[in-house]
């Protein structure tokens, strides 16, 4: 069984930065891929980043490019998400989500919701 838990959400202001963790994803092998994803009130929950565990392979929306970084931290086993220069649009409630990512992960289909089973209960995060 596996069970995703997030942690370091918190309220920031505008260009701080700030590190989301997400723990439970060490059990996972290397065919599987871990993702970041957020939603906000009425929006749909949108991908953020993610990571291939085979070759460590990552994607970012366009939104969040260059001033987040999704990694894995073999030392804490979490799979985490460094992110600089906050803007008030970041806030949002983020998730750790992962998926057997063999065949479909890709440039286009990296945040296709649909494929990704486990998933965590999300971390607050709000920038003002």
């Known amino acids: 069984h596996v069970q995703l838990v997030e942690s370091g959400g918190r309220s920031v202001h505008a260009g701080d930065s700030l590190t989301l963790s997400c723990f439970g994803v060490?059990?996972?092998?290397?065919?599987?891929?871990l993702s970041w994803f957020r939603q906000t009130p009425g929006k749909e929950r949108e991908g953020v980043a993610a990571l291939y565990r085979g070759n460590g392979i990552t994607y970012y929306s366009d939104s969040v490019k260059g001033r987040f970084t999704i990694s894995q931290n073999r030392a804490k086993g979490t799979l985490d998400l460094q992110m600089n220069s906050l803007k008030p649009e970041d806030t949002a409630t983020y998730y750790c989500?992962?998926?057997?990512?063999?065949?479909?992960?890709?440039?286009?289909?990296?945040?296709?919701?649909?494929?990704?089973?486990?998933w965590g209960q999300g971390t607050q995060v709000t920038v003002s």
């Open positions: 989500a992962a998926a057997l990512g063999v065949g479909w992960f890709g440039p286009t289909t990296w945040d296709s919701k649909a494929r990704y089973y486990y």
């Open positions: 060490e059990s996972l092998n290397t065919d599987y891929s």
